[in-house]
């Protein structure tokens, strides 16, 4: 008979400190980890301002095509981020979590680890795209405070859902060669369902609700009044407070599903 091997909440912490220690200073310590993550906003800020068209944000604007896909790219940005950080973050470490798993170590600190260290990198990428994005592109806020606050959350929980998204489908791959099939559907799903580039009409529709870059969008183009004057999406008139909860709530369902897989995995006999 199996049973999932226990520890103390104790023991659980400090294996989660030293994981994310550990983890860091992979990444900091490592030229072809750290470099491509902290290029990677840059280069989404330098795509999207290919896209961006003065005046996209006056009122009226004066475009309103460049205002509704500026606001997609960046959020659409931040999802692929999250996902490039955390596909293969698992799967390419099967041996050695097998190792130490036999060794002691808890898969649930483990995840833990993995998901706050992504979350912080996550973070610091989100300042670099909306700051960034400040500029070249005049967003006209009404309200500068509120506006900005709300597009950061958009954009960083964007990154945090996704990611989580990434790391769920890490662990239900073997092998890091089989990501990029789902890689390649998560990233489409993004793009076809977040309902700023097409809409659908039900049942089609309903995949927007499992789709964080709509509820990203849909965040960012209701604190920026994009129906204000000129109707684009109705995403724009979603609750931006119901928006967030379910971006959270689709983190959480993906950070559960994660653990209870990797404990399914790794097992330990009496």
Excluded at 40 to 59: C, H, K, N, R
Excluded at 98 to 119: H, N, P, Q
Aim: glycine share 4%; net charge positive; proline share 4%.
């Amino acid at each position: 008979m199996k049973r999932v091997r226990s520890f103390s909440p104790k023991t659980n912490l400090i294996q989660f400190k030293v994981l994310c220690r550990r983890y860091l200073k992979q990444i900091v310590t490592n030229p072809w980890v750290i470099v491509p993550l902290l290029l990677e906003a840059p280069v989404m800020l330098i795509i999207v301002s290919f896209v961006y068209e003065d005046g996209a944000f006056e009122v009226p604007p004066m475009t309103s095509a460049a205002s509704n896909t500026t606001l997609f790219l960046l959020v659409l940005a931040s999802a692929l981020m999250g996902l490039l950080n955390s596909y293969r973050e698992i799967c390419k470490e099967r041996e050695i979590l097998s190792r130490e798993v036999f060794g002691g170590l808890d898969v649930t600190a483990y995840a833990l680890s993995k998901i706050a260290v992504l979350a912080l990198v996550g973070f610091v990428q989100s300042i670099i795209i909306v700051f960034g994005s400040l500029v070249f592109i005049d967003f006209c806020m009404a309200r500068p405070a509120y506006s900005l606050f709300f597009y950061f959350v958009a954009v960083f929980l964007t990154n945090y859902s996704v990611t989580a998204l990434g790391l769920l489908v890490s662990c239900l791959l073997k092998k890091s060669e089989s990501a990029i099939l789902p890689v390649l559907v998560v990233i489409i799903a993004q793009v076809v369902f977040a309902g700023a580039l097409l809409e659908f009409q039900a049942p089609v529709k309903y995949f927007y609700y499992i789709t964080p870059t709509m509820y990203g969008t849909s965040v960012l183009g209701n604190v920026m009044d994009m129906n204000a004057l000129v109707r684009m999406r109705e995403i724009y008139d979603y609750n931006i407070y119901a928006s967030i909860a379910l971006m959270l709530l689709l983190t959480f369902v993906c950070h559960a599903l994660t653990i209870i897989k990797l404990k399914r995995d790794y097992r330990t006999k009496d």
